[in-house]
């Protein structure tokens, strides 16, 4: 009886609670509906790093937008069948980010899941959108890299990406990117790209810290050398040169650097680091040296030599640099052979054979610049103080048939071509000419048993302007043997004053003509003229391939 009486007091209150419509209700209750949220324009986006990603959804209210009753998250989720929290993108109503950048937890190109959160804090109840997808592109992978100012004391960093099959201006990826390296209150030096199995990198990595997808970008300013990473151009302290030297400098700050790679080789490459007035160097492949001692020192105990900021190296052999001190040229080794000797026997530099067409050690001698023509072609242009001349010697080393240097001529420029006035030498990797200017002209130069000079500063210039960078693109370049002119204008507005154009050599006269992309154009006609505006004053520029 009395398990019978429970059931039955069970079943009426069950009738009470399913019964409310049909009884009235004589209290006071203050029954309120919950304000709810529907959620629309959210769909999937094609965007690239570096690059803004703006979405603003529309949002329906079923008792009207309150903001202050409203939170808002927008945030990555694993897949399309989950709503955790993989990074939080933004807490603002309407997202407005840049795609990867310092801290961003999208960080480089792949696909990547998101959703839209809307909490009524006053009542707890949550809504979503549905998961969308954003598909990320790197734009800055490859392309001509530059180092321009941006202001008095200021620099950036521009691309001309090979992206799509095409050429697109990245502009400002620095600022783009968010990084954290000191660009607003310096000045830019220099940039360097290679292959660097020790950079740092978003890979994962090999144990022992090493990864066979590294890559370098150096940049040089007169407040720190230091790299960034490859893939959003993040900076840390500890990716700053000192790290590479076993006696760390105070100042970490290079004058110049190059390297030796001809390719963009993540298996082998070769530095050399001017600081201080000595140079260094640093290699992997073989053997891993790090940056050192001078190079330019006879011996462990000795005071190093002065040596100009300037170096003519080769691939896999050595360079040759210019000992001040004795006015002579010598000779670095840094053959496979020679890397598996002594410490030593990396340090320091020896002397050369007698040539056929110039004196390695001539009291007469100052080095104005020394370069590369190529990958085994070097020159160098000294001033003669006995005949009161600049000569330009050309000399080549060759890692199979020739491991010491060798000369290849010596011929005098005309008395009334001011050489001392030159600001770039940019010699042609494989044809007779060499590109030189000052500030305000640009000449061309026909190397053979007598050197020509005639100014072409119509070909290349435009009016108004002034030439801040002229470079052979030759070895880690595309399309060897273009010429890149830089230019701006000196009463345009700076950081925006700019122009950057890419010449072929006209092998009959050596004329420059403007570039097209591609060479030839292609099935569907696509061809551009290779020349871009709407950037600072160039002074450095590279071409960035981590592929």
Known sequence: MKIKTIY??????????AMPACIEDKGNYDIQEINGVTIQGISGYLVYLGGPLSITPTLTFSQGEDPESFEYEWHLTASTLSVENRGTLSTERNLNITIGGQGSPINRDGTYYAIYKVTNIKTGVVYYSDIFQISVRNRTETGYIMLNETGENSFDIDLISVFMDTLT????????????????????????????????SLQDT????????????????????????????????EYNVSSMFLNPPTENIAAQMM??????????YRDYLYYNGNWYFYNYGGAIMFYYKPINAASSVSEPYKTPPCIYHTHDVGA????????????????????????????????????????????DYQVITMGNRNVTDGFAVVYNRQSQKYELLT?????????????????????????????????????PYIYCSTEDKLYRVHVSSKLTVEDITAQAVPDGHKIS?????????????????ATYDPSGQVGNNAQLAFYGVTALNGNLTLAKHPAAPTSAGYQIDMKWTGFGKVICLDYKSPS
Not at 171 to 186: D, I, K, N, Q, W
Not at 329 to 338: A, G, I, L, T, V
Request: glycine residues 6%; neutral net charge; contains cysteine.
């Open 8 to 17: 039955k007091f069970l079943f009426a209150g069950w009738l009470l609670l």
């Open 169 to 200: 201006q990245s502009h400002r990826v620095l600022e783009a990117f968010g990084s954290e390296l000191p660009h607003t209150s310096a000045k830019p030096l220099g940039l360097v790209c290679h292959g660097d199995i020790y950079s740092p």
């Open 206 to 237: 090999l144990p022992g810290g090493k990864s066979s997808k590294r890559y370098a970008i150096w940049v040089l300013s007169d407040k720190l050398t230091a790299r960034v990473r490859i893939e959003d151009f993040h900076y840390e302290p």
């Open 259 to 268: 390297s030796s790679v001809s390719q963009h080789s993540n298996a082998m």
């Open 320 to 363: 040759v640099i210019f000992n001040e001190t004795a006015n002579r040229f010598e000779y670095h080794k840094s053959s496979n052979r020679e890397l598996s000797g002594t410490l030593q026997n990396l340090l320091k530099t020896e002397r050369m054979e007698p040539g056929q067409y110039f004196d390695w050690e001539n009291p």
């Open 395 to 431: 000399m080549w080393i060759n890692s199979i048939t020739s491991p010491v240097p060798l000369q290849l001529g010596r011929v005098e420029f005309p008395a009334d071509f001011d050489v001392s006035a030159i600001k770039d030498f940019a010699y042609s990797p494989s044809l």
């Open 469 to 485: 960078l002229v470079k052979a693109c030759a070895y880690r370049f595309p399309r060897s043997g273009l010429i890149a002119v």
